[in-house]
Each structure stands twice: as structure tokens, then as C-alpha cells.
């Protein structure tokens, strides 16, 4: 084994807790190569390839998540193959890559500490191999991964970590970090940072030449920006008294109608957010109306943070139970995620 292969599971060893027996050990032994040849990291390329494509379309339950937990396996197995130092750089981007795009399956299916591994696995491999734009990218994600479970304070310091050196990022990085940033002041209820955050979000977006982007950043588009961007404002809305929604239902409906067939995912949990969000703040019976297209528009996915936020649109359904088509959509949404 080389010192340097070494090293990449020794700094991933340190950073606890991480559950990487389980990923060296799984219950059926993945064969490795005796040496790390173009070929392996042609096939962990695309590997993340087709699992980012499934993932956006329907979702990581059943079977992409699967896919997705024994490639990872497969990833940190290969850490420990000699590779030739002429194609470690290349690899250590291509099990970065792996990781991100497996992390965000297991994220998407609310596997946590699955997902936290991938990241972080992610994180170092980009750290060791000096791959700034996907470091940037495994922090953004630790960020939304930390802000979804409630840890915001250490979401912001994800975030902040992916700003480190912010000018080797490109724009589109830069405003997908700052997006970052703004959900987590939004979830600490601190208006003037939140707003800031946005505002820089949108700053970065503005001068953003897409062509310039690593391939793995075409889905920040305008689409993605407006739904990010809401989703920072949907907590200022609904939880700080006095706090004007309109901003975040703009952006929602931005997102929902940008949002391509390719990112049906993506379009149902904006779809439902802005349901909650006019439920919540505007007119019930409107909110309800777009809360049956939320439902319709995630019924075939597997995504158990889209199941998550139906969950969320039923609880705010059930306030205005008396509004008309208020129980229907109740019941609707108990039948399209099972509870």
C-alpha cells in the first residue's frame, strides 16, 4: 500500500465519527485490482454520473440508494490499492466525486450517518488531492445536510470552510456557498444575516459563466438558485413575526416553473414548500390547490426528504382543516407517503 494511499484513510480515521468499518466490510466482499488503473477511475466517473441522473429524477430509495451504498464501499476499498502517482490526482477526484454524489443519495433517503461518511470521505480525498471546486461542493453539502437536521450553527461552519480561498471558486460556486450560509441563518431566525446571505447569493449568481463550472455544476441554474434561495427565506416567513413571504413565494414559483423534467425532484419539494408557505402565510384555499399539484408531482418519487416535506404540508394543511379541500389533501398526502 502506498504512504500516500495511507494517509487518505488516516485523515479520514480522525475525522470521528465516522462508520467506515462498515464501508470496508461489507457483508459481501467487493473484489478490488491489484493496482489502480484509468479504467477504475473511468468506472467511479461514471458511476456518479448515472447515480446523480437517478437521484434527480426519482429520487435514492430502493434501488439507487443501494447502488449508491455499495459503490461507496467500493470507493474506500480502493483507497487502500496502490495507485501510480501520475493518476493520483485523477483519483482521488474521481472517489471525491463518488462521494458526493453517493453522500446526497444516502442524504436524500435520510440516511445520515451514511451520507455524513460520504461527505466527509469526499472532503478529504478533494483536500488531499487539491481539488478545490469539489472541496467547495462536499462542504456545501455537509452545510445542507447539518441545516436539515438542525445543527445549523455547524451548517454555517460548513459553509464557511467552503469559502475558504472564495476566488479560486467560480461564481456559481460562490452563490450556491453564500445559499448555504443564508439557510442556515434562516433556520437561526437571524433576519439581517439571512437577507446579507441572499443578497451575496445573488450577488455571485449574477456574474456567473456557466461554461466556466465543473460539469458536476450545471444543476445550479436559475431554477436551483430561486429554490435555494426560497428555502432560506421559507423559515424567515413562517417563523419570525412580521417577516413579508412574498420574496419566497416569487422564488418558489421561479423554481417550479424552471425546473426541467430532469429535476422533477427539485420541482415537487419547491412545489410543496410553496404550498406550506401560502398555507401558511396568504390564502389558505390557493395554498391548498397548489398543495394537490405538490402531491401529484411526488407521487412516483422514492425521496424520503420530498416524503419529508409532504409530511410538513399536511401538518399546515391540518391548521385550516375547515377550508374546503383542506382534509382531501390531508388525506392525499397520507396515501402518497404511507403514514
Not at 429520487?59 to 501520475?86: D, F, I, K, T
Not at 423554481?255 to 430532469?262: L, M, P, T
Request: with cysteine; glycine share 8%; charged share 20%.
Amino acid at each position: 500500500m502506498q504512504r500516500r494511499a495511507v494517509l487518505a484513510i488516516s485523515g479520514l480515521a480522525a475525522l470521528a465519527p465516522l462508520n467506515l468499518i462498515g464501508l470496508l466490510t461489507p457483508t459481501t466482499a467487493l473484489p478490488l485490482p491489484p493496482r489502480i488503473g484509468p479504467g477504475e477511475i473511468s468506472q467511479l466517473s461514471e458511476i456518479a454520473d448515472s447515480l446523480q441522473r437517478w437521484d434527480n429524477s426519482y429520487g435514492s430509495g430502493g434501488m439507487v440508494g443501494q447502488v449508491a451504498s455499495n459503490a461507496m464501499r467500493w470507493a474506500v476499498g480502493l483507497l487502500s490499492v496502490e495507485c501510480p502517482e501520475s493518476l493520483r490526482p485523477k483519483f482521488l477526484a474521481a472517489i471525491a466525486r463518488l462521494g458526493l454524489v453517493a453522500g446526497a443519495c444516502q442524504f436524500d433517503i435520510l440516511e445520515h450517518g451514511s451520507a455524513e461518511t460520504a461527505f466527509r470521505i469526499a472532503v478529504e480525498c478533494a483536500e488531499e488531492g487539491l481539488h478545490w471546486h469539489l472541496r467547495a461542493k462536499g462542504y456545501s453539502l455537509l452545510a445542507r445536510q447539518a441545516v436539515w437536521t438542525g445543527q445549523a450553527d455547524n451548517g454555517l461552519t460548513y459553509a464557511e470552510k467552503g469559502l475558504v480561498r472564495s476566488d479560486r471558486l467560480t461564481p456559481t460556486e460562490q452563490a450556491m456557498l453564500h445559499t448555504a450560509r443564508a439557510r442556515a441563518w434562516g433556520k437561526l431566525r437571524n433576519v439581517r444575516e439571512a437577507l446579507a446571505a441572499v443578497g451575496a447569493a445573488d450577488d455571485a449568481f449574477s456574474r456567473r459563466q456557466p461554461g466556466n463550472d465543473p460539469t458536476w455544476m450545471s444543476y445550479y441554474d436559475e431554477a436551483q438558485h430561486n429554490g435555494d434561495t426560497a428555502h432560506a427565506l421559507f423559515d424567515l416567513a413562517v417563523e419570525v413575526e412580521g417577516h413579508d413571504a412574498a420574496q419566497a413565494i416569487r422564488r418558489f414559483t421561479a423554481a417550479v416553473r424552471g425546473h426541467s423534467d430532469q429535476y422533477t425532484r427539485s420541482r415537487a419539494i419547491s412545489s410543496t414548500k410553496l404550498a406550506s408557505l401560502v398555507i401558511a402565510t396568504g390564502d389558505p384555499a390557493e395554498g391548498i390547490a397548489l398543495g394537490h399539484r405538490a402531491v401529484a408531482l411526488s407521487g412516483k418519487l422514492t425521496s424520503r426528504r420530498a416524503a419529508a416535506d409532504l409530511k410538513e404540508l399536511g401538518r399546515y394543511a391540518e391548521r385550516v382543516r375547515t377550508a374546503p379541500g383542506a382534509l382531501d389533501l390531508c388525506h392525499k398526502i397520507r396515501a402518497t407517503v404511507q403514514v
